[in-house]
């Protein structure tokens, strides 16, 4: 069984910085890609960030430019910086995989809140 463990969220002011992190852990043969995924209170969740085996990147819009995301593939696990945040950052930020265990299966992590606020 496959598991991604999150953490890093937390309280920032706007403007300020935070770093999430989350390892897979469990029986793999590949991961690709890696990704953040974000869910604000009444709205669907969206695409923050993915980031492939490579290195190749892709970023939601509203984040290019102040989120950069990263992986260690020796570790497997994912990062991502935060900086310059604002309040509409606000959010569960959700750690996504996808999976070679025999099939390619998608895999999520629990969730991690972040909040900006003064």
């Known amino acids: 069984q496959v598991q991604l463990v999150e953490s890093g969220g937390g309280l920032a002011q706007p403007g300020g910085s935070l770093r999430l992190s989350c390892a897979a852990s469990?029986?793999?043969?590949?991961?690709?890609?890696m990704g953040w995924y974000r869910q604000a209170p009444g709205k669907q969740r969206e695409l923050v960030a993915t980031?492939?085996?490579?290195?190749?990147?892709n970023y939601a819009d509203s984040v290019k430019g102040r989120f950069t995301i990263s992986r260690d593939n020796a570790k497997s696990t994912v990062y991502l910086q935060m900086n310059s945040l604002k309040s509409e950052d606000t959010a569960v930020y959700y750690c996504?995989?996808?999976?070679?265990?025999?099939?390619?299966?998608?895999?999520w992590g629990q969730g991690t809140q972040v909040t900006v606020s003064s």
């Open positions: 996504n995989a996808r999976v070679r265990v025999g099939p390619m299966l998608n895999y």
């Open positions: 469990g029986r793999m043969f590949s991961i690709d890609p």
């Open positions: 980031i492939t085996s490579g290195g190749g990147t």
